[in-house]
């Protein structure tokens, strides 16, 4: 099972809405990562956990809270989100807590926010 | 992590090689480069990286300057389900980079019948 799952694909919310994005994966990888993508822009990192810990936070706003509950499961909670929130929400996973050389990442098909 | 440089598409016709080329002038003697692409409403798919040598798998081949300072991503028989954003980028390898994959703008390669 080479697949990063995410759910759910499409997601629609209001401003005073809370919601989670899942993101599951069975590789045995111990990193997993939350990138964001804006339409016809790149991904842009925002959060990185090894080995179950957060390690990197690109200076997400703190409505953006992220959790790592075991090294299978990644969560994104949302609350209080603005409009220019709205984008494509990908996960990603690594075999290796830290980085060696022959690492690579492993993303799910995103999830879809549309932030009304 | 170096910069790199892309064009931002190129076309290809179906069943010819696509040779996508990348600059990264300011690459470190320890920054690999790698290759992902991305594909309409998928996520990122990795598909190849190299240090020095010409690497070569399953998906295509890299091609990297005795410099360093550029290379070239060649998928060999080109095919439709190829037409994707390809994103060329420069990472240090090992200790705490956690693969802070930092994306460009990327080539949008079309693939012609």
């Known amino acids: 099972d080479t697949e990063v799952t995410q759910t759910p694909k499409h997601l629609v919310m209001g401003m005073t809405n809370k919601k989670s994005l899942k993101c599951e994966q069975h590789?045995?990888?111990?990193?997993m990562y939350w990138y964001k993508q804006k339409a016809k822009k790149p991904p842009e990192l925002m959060f990185v956990?090894?080995?179950?810990?957060?390690?990197i936070n690109e200076s997400v706003p703190s409505r953006f809270s992220p959790e790592c509950p075991n090294s299978s499961l990644l969560n994104l909670h949302l609350h209080a989100l603005q409009p220019e929130d709205s984008a494509l929400y990908l996960c990603?996973?690594?075999?290796?807590?830290?980085?060696?050389?022959?690492?690579?990442?492993?993303f799910g098909s995103g999830t879809q926010l549309s932030v009304l | 992590d170096a910069k790199t440089t892309q064009p931002p598409s190129m076309d290809c016709a179906e069943g010819r090689a696509a040779n996508l080329p990348c600059n990264h002038s300011?690459?470190?003697?320890?920054?690999?480069v790698y290759w992902y692409r991305q594909i309409h409403s998928q996520g990122p798919q990795y598909i190849i990286h190299?240090?020095?040598n010409n690497e070569t798998n399953e998906m295509a081949s890299l091609i990297i300057t005795e410099d360093r300072k550029s290379s070239t991503l060649i998928l060999p028989h080109a095919t439709l389900r190829d037409t994707a954003v390809y994103y060329c980028i420069a990472l240090l390898a090992g200790g705490t980079s956690y693969g802070k994959l930092t994306f460009g703008q990327g080539t949008i390669l079309t693939v012609h019948p």
């Open positions: 190299g240090l020095k």
């Open positions: 956990y090894s080995y179950e810990k957060l390690s």
């Open positions: 990603a996973s690594s075999q290796e807590g830290g980085w060696t050389t022959n690492e690579k990442l492993f």
């Open positions: 590789m045995g990888h111990r990193a």
């Open positions: 300011t690459i470190s003697g320890n920054e690999y």
